[in-house]
Structures are given as structure tokens and as C-alpha cells.
């Protein structure tokens, strides 16, 4: 039996959802702090997960994105910039591996950027709109929606943020909450579900041009 999720007048009265704070959110910088970082997330083992990438505005124009890739922990966040040569090793490694599984919302378009600026297949990955769709709900299911259906609260998404310069050296602290949060309610919303991760619609080796399940 298909759900019906709630309307954007519904999610619009509920409270707020709570995000990581400032202080929760890192973005390495050094070989270092990309190495720590990186070892601290593969002992997660599923993070939330999502990238930023600069807006395009004219037509025909191609993304140089992402510039930003987010990994959310239980309790904080690293935020890898791609301008940040020596993090890319790292980066790489956690974005193949299909031990770490990486959960987030339509990463299709995600995995594409990735395979388009570094060449390679995005693995362990969960789709929440996969998973919404296998508990009866068949629209498109982002962020919003979610957060509204499992804690009936209010995720908010600031246009003016989200259409933001995301290849810009130093992310704004609305940046950095943003970026941060989109990944942390994703991984918020999967520990919400309770799933077994032998029920999880891993998808490994996710291509560009690999199609989500409705």
C-alpha cells in the first residue's frame, strides 16, 4: 500500500530538527588532519553522507563540482574540499571502499559528479529514496520529507546557502552547518529505521549512469 508523505504546509508546523553545532563540524587542511579524519570515519563504519558543488546558471554548462564532500558521524562531521590536493588519497579511498557504507538521499547525481572529477565508482552506498520506497512510499523522498516522517520535525533548507559558491577556499559558517547537516540527518533518519544492515540496499561500485530503485 503506497503512504502518503506530508505536505511542505504540514512540515512547515512541526519543531525544529536539532543539527550538529558548530564545534562538531571539522574541515582537514593538513596530510595529517586528512589522515586522522580518514581513520576515525572507516571506524564508523556507516556514515552520512553527500557532497556540495558550485551552482551552474547558464545553459550547457558542466559542473566542476563536488567541491565539497560531507561524512557524518554520530556526533560531528568532516568536510573534505576538493581544492585540498593532499586530501584527495584519502578521499579516494573512503569514497571506493564498500566496507564503509554511505548513506544518503538521490546520490545518483552524487556518484556521477564523483566518477566525472576523480574517476572512479562510488561504493557502499545506501540510497534513502531506496529505502523509503521499499516501506511504500513512492515519491521522491529528500531530506525534508524524512526528517518529517520519522522524528515529525522540521528540517530546514536555505536556498540562499544551497546555491552558494561551494569551491570558495573558506566555507561560511552557514556553509559548514549546511553541508554538515545534510549528512548528519541522513545518517540520523537510517539508525531512526532500525534497519538490520543485512536488509540495507547496499549498492556497490554506484556509477553516474546507474538507476535508483522506484
Given at each position: 500500500m503506497m503512504k502518503v508523505s506530508p505536505t511542505k504546509d504540514e512540515i512547515a508546523l512541526l519543531e525544529p530538527f536539532v543539527g550538529l553545532a558548530?564545534?562538531?563540524?571539522?574541515?582537514?587542511?593538513?596530510?595529517?588532519e586528512f589522515a586522522s579524519a580518514t581513520a576515525e570515519i572507516k571506524t564508523a563504519?556507516?556514515?552520512?553522507?553527500?557532497?556540495?558543488?558550485?551552482?551552474?546558471?547558464?545553459?550547457?554548462?558542466?559542473?566542476?563540482g563536488p567541491h565539497v564532500v560531507q561524512f557524518a558521524l554520530h556526533d560531528k562531521a568532516y568536510l573534505f574540499q576538493m581544492h585540498q590536493a593532499d586530501g584527495h588519497p584519502f578521499l579516494i579511498e573512503l569514497l571506493q571502499s564498500e566496507q564503509l557504507i554511505k548513506v544518503g538521499f538521490d546520490l545518483k547525481s552524487d556518484s556521477g559528479h564523483i566518477r566525472a572529477k576523480l574517476g572512479i565508482s562510488l561504493g557502499g552506498v545506501v540510497d534513502l529514496n531506496t529505502v523509503f520506497s521499499m516501506h511504500g512510499y513512492h515519491k521522491h523522498m529528500?531530506?525534508?520529507?524524512?526528517?518529517?516522517?520519522?522524528f515529525k520535525q522540521?528540517?530546514?533548507?536555505?536556498?540562499?546557502?544551497?546555491?552558494?559558491?561551494?569551491?570558495?577556499?573558506?566555507?561560511?559558517?552557514q556553509q559548514l552547518l549546511y553541508a554538515a547537516n545534510d549528512a548528519y540527518?541522513?545518517?540520523?533518519?537510517?539508525?531512526?529505521?532500525?534497519?538490520p544492515r543485512a536488509d540495507l540496499p547496499i549498492m556497490g561500485a554506484v556509477s553516474h549512469s546507474a538507476e535508483s530503485i522506484t
Open positions: 558548530l564545534e562538531r563540524i571539522h574541515v582537514p587542511t593538513c596530510t595529517e563504519g556507516i556514515v552520512g553522507f553527500d557532497t556540495e558543488s558550485k551552482p551552474t546558471f547558464s545553459i550547457g554548462e558542466v559542473s566542476e529528500g531530506v525534508r520529507t524524512a526528517v518529517a516522517i520519522v522540521r528540517f530546514r533548507k536555505s536556498r540562499k546557502v544551497t546555491t552558494s559558491n561551494w569551491s570558495q577556499p573558506q566555507l561560511t559558517p540527518a541522513a545518517l540520523k533518519v537510517l539508525e531512526a529505521l532500525a534497519l
